[in-house]
């Protein structure tokens, strides 16, 4: 055993970022949400890395864990899933509903537990990346592109929160106009070339409008549409219907595996999910329906890189196809994305990220994108190093939030433009 890749600490600090008053089917993000960021010391004295969810329940699983780890191999990467089952117990928080930000189907202990899991995988890897001097695509068995694709992430927004939080200089997005008006600007300033609206805000006659002036403005040009689940299965079908020419795929149309699947049964357009797939526990059902034909994964809710792989390897057995879901997130989990969709050879679509919106991060050069793709980094770890000045004044942030943000609830940030707001009963049209 190489005592240097033993871990003598683990420091877990919660921040607060700044995230714009973008809209979905819930209500709005908060002006300010919570991430946490993990690092895990090795006894060689290398730091690595990781980034996930922060709301309590996360923290509350992550602390137990990181006592845990203390003492382990930075390598034993398939033991971290074992100890945290055995250490984690299961969060109150799962209720086997809907989550209240994340829309990410319904929220289970296990899917919590992988997402705080997620976070310590990625800062293993890029401790053990830096201490045998590889990046973490080598570590996955190495990178089979140079370069990852992303896609513009879309969003109706607002020009700002009604109750502060930080300015830009997007401007509201309500209709098709200002969602083609943000287009151009991702397109020109990203190089971006397929586009995902984040839908279900509005009725789906609006919705379509908005796809039918991105198809005039970019002809041929990959385009989605994600309203998480908001619709029923006869609004599903007559959206697929009228948007069949031009939409690249349909994610989540309708909630769950039933309606997904009878969706699916009615149109050629193909359906993505990242809210009835986010489990092995939920591939089977799915599969053998034909409710999706697109997985987006995500590894913080498969519970990391190698993980996200194994679904890769499933999707490919099934001809299911594998694009990547983001929600918000900073620079160490998009590193993290790019050094594994750089290894997996049926990552058949331009990936989401939602990294532009996000204006704050806690790594020291931000990431450039280039023709809407990121070049994948050969630097040990993953190829990006922490500010801790940044950290710091995050945390502090974080540290003097009187409760209200460290919880993301869109609904409840909603609530403050309309007080009546309330998480709308799905499906919603
Ligand atoms: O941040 C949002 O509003 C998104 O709707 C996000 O929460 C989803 O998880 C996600 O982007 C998606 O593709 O469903
Ligand atoms: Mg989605």
């Known amino acids: ?54 709301d309590g329940k996360y923290l509350e699983l992550a602390r137990p864990l990181a006592t845990a780890l203390t003492g382990r191999p930075v390598s034993d990467l398939n033991g971290l899933f074992a100890l945290a089952d055995e250490v984690c117990g299961d969060s109150r928080a799962a209720d086997d509903r809907v989550d209240a930000g994340g829309l990410r189907g319904v929220q289970t202990a296990d899917k919590l537990r992988l997402s705080v899991v997620s976070g310590f995988e990625v800062a293993c890897l890029d401790a053990l990346g830096k201490s045998l001097g590889l990046p973490v695509h080598a570590l996955l068995g190495g990178k089979v592109r140079d370069r990852v694709e992303y896609s513009a992430y879309l969003f109706y927004r607002w020009a700002a929160h009604p109750d502060g939080g930080e300015k830009d200089d997007w401007g509201a997005a309500l209709d098709p106009a200002g969602v083609v008006a ?88 193909p359906l993505a999910t990242n809210m009835c797939v986010t489990t092995l526990a939920e591939v089977p059902e799915a599969f053998a329906r034909g409710a999706v034909q697109v997985v987006l994964s995500d590894h913080h809710y498969w519970g990391g890189l190698h993980r996200t792989r194994e679904l890769a390897g499933i999707c490919r057995t099934f001809g299911v196809g594998l694009s990547m879901h983001s929600n ?102």
């Open 182 to 269: 943000q287009a151009r600007r991702f397109a020109r300033e990203y190089g971006f070339s397929s586009f995902k609206l984040k839908g279900g805000v509005f009725e789906p006659d609006r919705e379509i409008a908005a796809i039918r002036a991105l198809a005039q403005e970019f002809p041929g040009q990959p385009l989605r549409l994600d309203p998480n689940g908001a619709w029923s299965v006869e609004t599903s079908l007559y959206v697929a219907e009228q948007l069949k020419d031009v939409l690249e795929y349909l994610e989540d149309p309708a909630s769950g595996t039933d309606l997904m699947a009878r969706v699916a049964a009615g149109t050629g357009v």
């Open 328 to 429: 918000t997130h900073l620079g160490i989990s998009l590193a993290a994305m790019t050094h594994v969709a750089a290894t997996v050879p049926n990552l058949d679509y331009a990936c989401d990220s939602h990294y532009p919106w996000q204006t704050e991060d806690v790594i020291t050069a931000r990431h450039v994108f280039e023709d809407g793709r990121l070049t994948v980094s050969d630097a040990p770890g993953l190829g990006v190093e922490l500010d801790r000045e940044r950290l710091a004044a995050l945390h502090r942030r974080w540290l003097d939030d009187d409760g209200t943000m460290r919880e993301r609830d869109d609904a409840a940030a909603m609530r403050k433009a309309e007080p009546e707001w309330r998480t709308p009963e799905i499906p919603r049209w």
């Open 1 to 54: 055993m190489n005592t240097a890749l033993l871990i003598d600490e683990v420091r877990l600090t919660p921040i607060l970022i700044a995230d714009p008053p973008l809209l979905n089917t819930q209500g709005v993000h908060q002006p300010y949400t919570p991430r946490l960021i993990v690092e895990v010391v090795t006894r060689g004295g290398v730091t690595g890395i990781g980034e996930t969810y922060g």
